[in-house]
């Protein structure tokens, strides 16, 4: 895992880089100057090419630098800064980070709709390849956002920290392999719409974000990981008798299990009735407690119809409901706990999920 030196240090290779380039093209540019001042003179490029008669020249040859003729891949940093602006953000050619996006637009003062933007400039942005999600759009001033594509990535912290104009979140593809969210939405104070895609499957919070609406914390909700897994196990008698003695031929039941004696079981019907199954047979290892659903099996030849239809069953199945024995946190806060049913909340908890 990079360290913050190794950050430090991409962050000086890609400062000496723009240094370089904008001397190239005839702008008086020093490495003693801070990426604040550096910015703002990429824009000075093209006034040049202009004045000097080049037309787009020198804003082609600048961009075709500063994005490897379309091929840059390590977007690091790339257009962090307040000297990053409306004026002086023009790329030629579609945006694809590869691996790490930290910092790509952290704290740069490019303001208003990204999606428009880009569709101003005719590219895209593509994160689709993008493994690790960092700081990508710290304190930036964006108020739309498109399509932000992890469903590759394996982290995604601060990735929105302390983004307060934010209004819009077009798109979020998230994927179970995502392990931290931390900071990911603070300060959002302005969110209001949101749709996920894929599973959430960290610990997330949406507090400061008060302003969703209904269908973008619903859209959180569905997104969740159901972390509830079931799994069945069926039990067969193999002794010389009939195990079970059961009044009537149902053979599945929805209960919850009321209580566990030495020789019955009793089951609690969907309509208020106790029902007892004696055990007559040896099914001491049989994991009932706690089951969701059990399935009663029987053979008709056992069926005594001078019995009054009880129905002596050979072997029962047993469908267990476990979940992670982790804790997993999505923090809405009061105010958008309030717009929800507890119908809706419960789509959360079911999944084994605790909300907060």
Known sequence: MPTTADYLNDLVTQKQALVDTLNNYGVEASSSETLNTLVPKVDEVYSKGQTAGGGDNHYDTFWDNYQDNGSRTDYQYAFNGVGWTNETFKPKYDIVPVTETYGLFSRSCIQDDLVEICEEQGITLDFSKATKFECTFDSSKFTRIGVIDASNSNRFNQVFYNCTNLETIGLLKLTENITSYINAFIRCTALQNIEIEGVIGANISFANSTLLTHDSLMSIINGLKDYYTVVEKTYNYTGSVTPFIFNGVETEIQYSIEKITE???????????????????????????????????????????????????????????????????????STNLAKLTDEEIAIATEKGWTLA
Not at 289 to 300: L, P, R, S, T, W
Not at 301 to 309: I, K
Not at 316 to 323: G, I, P
């Open 263 to 333: 020789n019955a079981i009793y089951i609690y019907l969907a309509d208020g009735s106790s029902v007892e199954v004696s055990v007559d047979g040896d099914f001491s290892n049989a994991e009932i407690e706690g089951a969701e659903k059990i399935v009663f099996h029987y053979d008709e030849s056992l069926v005594d119809p001078e019995a009054n239809g009880e129905v002596g069953f050979t072997s029962f199945t047993v469908t267990m409901a476990t979940t992670s024995t982790e804790t997993h946190t999505l923090t809405l806060g």
